[in-house]
């Protein structure tokens, strides 16, 4: 990517690589430099006169590869008014993150190689994660008209990943044809799982609650026969398949079924639905207002055990800014999609690791590496924590606990499910390749960061 | 009561204050000055974002036979229809002071959120939201069963009411029709069943939500069978909307002949039913395909009755709501003691 690396060499005292025994880990010249037994390192330890070193204190801290999210909706171009590239990956960081996907459904569409190279651009002037642009599946997301995927593909934003998400691509000879065609530069479509005719005027999940409280329901089964589908489509083509936010206990049935037969299928959960559920909508909050909607108590736990037994390869956050007056309406007129950048790490600790079910080494996995992998970018990102690798890691704190609060989010957008509630664990320190985007817990505005090329600071939608 | 927006988890004690406090009101309702002072000074706004001109009319009538001013906004010619939201008009109402709001939105939830998101102070009457509650058609429901099967006020319905106080225990009321779509529906299965009444929802499965399980009653998908068979006191026919049925592959049934077949209301099934059973619906009715004309205008039809008890429950809900813990307003001389009887007759 453009940014140069940090010439400020880093020393994190006392870490612990993927939750496992302490070390202390160097950062220079935007790798990993040096591991060793803690105080085995000097600090400034083969660095020239006049580098400049600072020394972290990160006992008990732990160290994951840079998180990577495969589902982000930046919003740029178009609604900036809820979020911008710039605002976004900041948010990013924040979170952990030291790559995003960009999703598709900008205004204009990112359809073209022209409109992904430009949000590949803004993401490399924004400088605070690496921004990997997703292609349109079909023409402004219209489901009947295949985009340009090789141009898209032999853009310089290198799109291997296609989504028409908010939209499914529902016509099976489109769907089939779109996996038959990025196999030709190793594209993986990523489909947002939703038959349109069983989900019309659709606002929240059907059954006991939506039954009671008069909201048009988005049954299990619209989501559940578009993923048999597609992982029979993708069989019979020998396609690689990515499925978007699955929420259903059927939907990780199926995938489990389509793994079992060696079908070439991943698949991600939201943090919002590793944790909600329906019920929060009897209060008719629109902040609860999700597509895929939020599902029951038993959707939840069958999403939890298929992330812990690798049915689900990752968490994908569908981080989805909205401004304050597509929420503050009526159910019905309010938008769907929650933000989720800065609260998923948290979520995935509180859901999986603090109830024993997952390590940290497995939340690298569904949230660094399997992501990496999928959007394959694998080069760079969701590496190994080891001499030599990109300096691209997240410093954890497990022990701190947070409460939540929408309105002080690095996103430029309030919306959050998790307003008020106490979640655990904090980002302290977040590096793109050798260089903090986040310090001491708080987003590092400063040289690289939020700079463009030319080192001028950029007009971002900073809040 | 600050506000009455939905049945299901109103207590037994408060459904049948209503239902008293509506009797007393009905009460009033035959003398020749119909007018009571008690909310004189309040202002009450129908905010209706929904055509609707019986419920409308029917609580502007409440309002303005209890003094109160009454502010009527509907969609049509106001800034809503300029896209103002439903937060804005709530801020505005609040500026000007309303003491009530009696909404009806297309919106489920619409109610609670004027209730509850803050916007706004005054109390909150639910006439309609989307398809989850319309509490005081259940009530005005529930009141004219109570009036015809409790109270014994004859077949034209004037008799002395010799219900006050009772509920609706042991009494079978069949509630026919779109239950999927209607507020109607969902508000009379939770104040029915609280009072004490059993109830059985009749629908093809396509009208029936997915979920319906946890309500507190049965479903029959055979009206036939549930009129001969479980004998209802009372039929209650929803409106079907013509929309329903030209959905093309989304319609819920195969043709209005189909549904008049199975599901429609005439003489022949009237007559199945127990001599005291009555015949209701909300309205606007559809002659000829839920009901038809010789069961609608049948003497065991309480439907027009209907009508007219709906202005005496929404005077007993505006009351209940506005001066029914009040120390400013016109009642304010009572002191804590005076029974709402003698509030009324101010």
Not at chain 1, 231 to 251: D, F, I, M
Not at chain 1, 350 to 364: I, K
Request: hydrophobic share 40%.
């Amino acid at each position: 990517m453009s940014s140069t690396p940090s010439s400020t060499t880093y020393v994190l005292r006392g870490v612990r690589p993927y939750g496992t025994d302490p070390v202390d880990v160097v950062l220079s010249d935007g790798v990993i430099a040096a591991i060793g037994a803690p105080g085995t390192i000097e600090a400034g330890e083969g660095q020239g006169a006049g580098a400049v070193v600072r020394e972290i204190q990160a006992e008990g801290h732990v160290l994951l590869p840079g998180l990577v999210d495969l589902h982000t909706h930046l919003r740029e171009p178009g609604r900036e008014d809820a979020e911008t590239v710039f605002s976004g990956t900041r948010a990013a960081a924040a979170g952990g993150f030291t790559a995003v996907h960009a999703m598709a459904n900008t205004t204009p569409t990112q359809d073209t190689a022209g409109v992904v190279e430009q949000v590949y651009r803004l993401g490399q002037e924004a400088g605070w994660v690496d921004v990997h642009p997703i292609g349109a599946v079909t023409v402004g997301l219209g489901g009947e008209k295949l985009a340009e995927l090789g141009a898209m593909a032999d853009s310089a934003a290198r799109v291997r990943v296609f989504s028409d998400d908010g939209k499914c691509v529902h016509d099976p000879v489109l769907m089939r044809r779109a996996l038959e065609y990025v196999k030709a530069f190793d594209g993986v479509v990523a489909q947002h799982a939703q038959e349109p005719r069983l989900t019309e005027g659709a606002q929240m999940n059907e059954g006991v609650v939506s039954a009671q409280i008069g909201l048009t329901g988005w049954p299990a089964v619209a989501e559940e026969s578009i993923i048999a589908r597609d992982v029979l489509l993708a069989e019979h083509v020998g396609s690689r398949l990515h499925v978007c936010h699955l929420s259903t206990a059927g939907s990780v049935e199926i995938v489990r079924w389509a793994k079992g037969r060696g079908i070439n299928v991943t698949a991600e959960v939201t943090p919002h639905h590793l944790v909600l559920t329906d019920d929060l909508a009897r209060d008719y909050d629109p902040v609860f207002k999700v597509n895929p909607p939020l599902r029951t108590a038993k959707d939840v736990e069958a999403v939890r055990e298929g992330l812990a037994d690798g049915t689900i390869d990752i968490v994908a956050t569908d981080h989805a800014p909205h401004p304050v007056e597509d929420k503050d309406c009526e159910w019905a007129s309010a938008a769907f999609g929650m933000t989720g950048l800065e609260t998923a790490l948290s979520v995935v600790q509180q859901t999986m690791v603090d109830t024993g079910r997952m390590t940290w080494a497995d939340v690298a996995r569904v949230l660094s590496e399997n992501p990496a992998r999928i959007g394959r970018i694998s080069a760079t990102q969701g590496r190994p924590i080891a001499v030599g690798e990109p300096a691209n890691l997240t410093l954890v704190d497990p022990a701190a606990t947070r409460a939540i609060d929408g309105r002080t989010q690095v996103t430029a957008s309030d919306n959050t499910p998790f307003q008020g509630m106490e979640l655990p664990g904090r980002v302290v320190a977040t590096f793109l390749r050798g260089r903090a985007t986040v310090l001491d817990g708080a987003v590092v505005d400063g040289p690289g960061n939020g700079t463009g090329a030319d080192g001028k600071t950029l007009e971002g939608a900073a809040r | 009561m600050k506000h009455l927006l939905t049945t299901q988890g109103l207590s037994k004690d408060d459904a049948i204050l209503l239902l008293d406090t509506s009797a007393q009101m009905a009460a009033t309702q035959s003398r020749e000055n119909k007018k009571l002072p008690t909310l004189r000074g309040r202002t009450v706004v129908n905010l209706f974002y929904e055509d609707s001109t019986r419920t409308r009319i029917s609580f502007e009538t409440a309002a303005k036979r209890l003094s109160a001013d009454v502010i009527n906004f509907s969609a049509k010619g106001s800034s809503v229809s300029k896209g103002e939201s439903l937060k804005d008009t709530a801020l505005t109402l609040h500026a000007m002071g309303a003491d009530a709001v009696v909404v009806r939105h297309s919106a489920s939830g619409a109610a609670h959120q004027l209730a509850h998101a803050g916007w706004l102070d005054a109390g909150v009457l639910n006439a309609g939201d989307g398809m989850h509650q319309h509490p005081t058609q259940a009530l005005l429901d529930a009141f004219t069963i109570r009036r015809h099967l409790v109270g014994n006020v004859g077949d034209d319905g004037r008799g002395p009411d010799s219900s006050v106080g009772a509920d609706l225990a042991g009494l079978r009321i069949a509630i026919v029709g779109d239950v999927l779509h209607s507020r109607v529906a969902r508000s009379n299965v939770y104040l029915l069943h609280t009072l004490g009444a059993e109830v059985t929802l009749v629908a093809p499965p396509t009208l029936v939500p997915v979920g319906v399980e946890t309500w507190p009653c049965r479903v029959s998908y055979h009206l036939d069978e549930t009129l001969e068979q479980w004998q209802p006191d009372a039929v209650m026919m929803l409106r079907v909307q013509r929309e329903r049925m030209s959905g093309g592959s989304g319609a819920f049934f195969p043709s209005p002949m189909e549904y008049s077949r199975k599901f429609g209301f005439d003489a022949r099934r009237l007559a199945v039913l127990p001599d005291h059973a009555i015949v209701m619906h909300p309205g606007p009715m559809n002659r000829g395909l839920e009901i038809s004309a010789a069961a609608a205008d049948h003497p065991r039809s309480v439907i027009v009755e209907q009508v007219a008890n709906g202005v005496a429950v929404r005077m007993a809900a505006l009351y209940l709501l506005l001066a029914g813990d009040d120390s400013t307003g016109s009642t304010s001389s009572n002191t804590g003691s005076t029974s709402t009887d003698e509030r009324i007759a101010l």
